[in-house]
């Protein structure tokens, strides 16, 4: 019986204090903030004692092993999200009686945003605190406008679908994770390495390449609903994409020649 009160009472809590519209944004970013924290201390834990490897690494290798648990976390969960809001569900269905699509939005559209943005916020904290050690200015570059992006279809609810559309490509995340891990424990020259590599190539051309092109064709075939919404919001629609598309490319050259390379070491 009194399981199931404080069950209730939990329930009631997450209804009237997390999802409470006013207050959604703001606790959604809290939450993303206090899970990156979290995952960060339960990766140095479990790392301790599960991979032999990661006493031997330089503090600096430490942190950035735990950073990148973040996120891969991070991005597994908002890849899953941002496909199932912008595929699977009709939030953002081309259903004239439904409003325009610019204006849609939902509290669980909201949360998640939230959360991305308070990973984003930590990550790049993380960045600047042992700049340039976890990232370059690219880095900052792709982060800040990332955020500012997610943030402003959050607070203000415009735009939502080309947020989620563009979070997709961190599907890309957990492979060049993966990638980093393999060679902080010695087994850049295993078969793993190189299998690696070229799923790396697959899931970049797909996620980063081929879909933001839709993302461009899909704002192309909406843009007289997108030129509706306010100066600030059209340009972020309109040149965040553009901006991250460039450094995408620039990317998987760099992707491209280094999976061709380790396969010619090969033969």
Known sequence: ???????????????????ADQLLPYTSILCGILACKMVYDLSQIISVIYFKGYSGLS???????????ISTLH????????LYLTFCSDLYADDEQRGLIIFRSSPLSIFVLGVSVGYFLSDISMIFWFYPSLGGMEYVLHHFLSMTALAYSM????????????????ATTPGINLRWYLDAVGLKRSK????NGVVIFLTWLVARIILFAYTFYHIYLHYNQIKQLPRFGLFLILIAPFVLAILNLMWFGKITRGMLKTLAKRH
């Open 155 to 170: 607070f203000t609810g415009l735009g939502q679908l080309y947020p989620f559309m563009a979070l997709i490509s961190e």
């Open 59 to 69: 503090r600096l290798q430490q942190v950035e092993w735990n950073n990148r648990a």
């Open 1 to 19: 019986m009194m399981v199931a009160d404080y069950q209730n009472r939990a329930e009631l809590l997450f209804k009237e204090f997390i999802l």
């Open 192 to 195: 793993a390495y190189m299998v």
């Open 75 to 82: 991005a597994i969960f908002i890849t899953i999200m941002s």
